[in-house]
Structures are given as structure tokens and as C-alpha cells.
């Protein structure tokens, strides 16, 4: 099984990194729609990790990942 994930990492006020994690991104995002996706995040202040504003944007990436799972019922 396959797995795809976009992974978002902010700055808040103190420094501190907060990633934000969404499953199953497009496979026709672009870059530009993720920034801005992250400035408004950011300009919103819709999420303040531990109580402090984000600050800055700092990266996005798209992992993907292949999942092997085993039935070890015995």
C-alpha cells in the first residue's frame, strides 16, 4: 500500500518548528498553491502551537511512502 503525505513546516514566535500533516495531497498541487495555502494558515493565525503565532513559513514536501504490512496472527 502507498502513501502520500504533505507536510508543512512553520516557525512560531519563540523559534520552534510545527509541521502540519495532510494525507493524500492532489497529485496536481503545485508549489504556489502551497504557499499560499501556508501564508494564509499563517496570516489567519489559525493554529498557535503551545499558544504562540506562527511566524514563518519554512518548507513543504510531499513524502511518499510504501507501507508493507504482515498478518502475524498466530
Known amino acids: 500500500m ?18 502540519i500533516t495532510i494525507d493524500d495531497p492532489r497529485d496536481d498541487l503545485e508549489e504556489q498553491e502551497i504557499l499560499e495555502a501556508m501564508n ?17 513559513c519554512v518548507s513543504a514536501k510531499v513524502v511518499d511512502s ?5 498478518d502475524l496472527a498466530i
Open 2 to 19: 502507498d502513501e502520500n503525505k504533505l507536510v508543512m513546516v512553520f516557525k512560531n514566535t519563540l523559534g520552534n518548528s510545527f509541521s
Open 40 to 56: 494564509l494558515i499563517k496570516t489567519k493565525n489559525i493554529f498557535q502551537p503551545k499558544g504562540y503565532d506562527l511566524a514563518e
Open 66 to 70: 510504501t507501507i508493507t504490512e504482515y
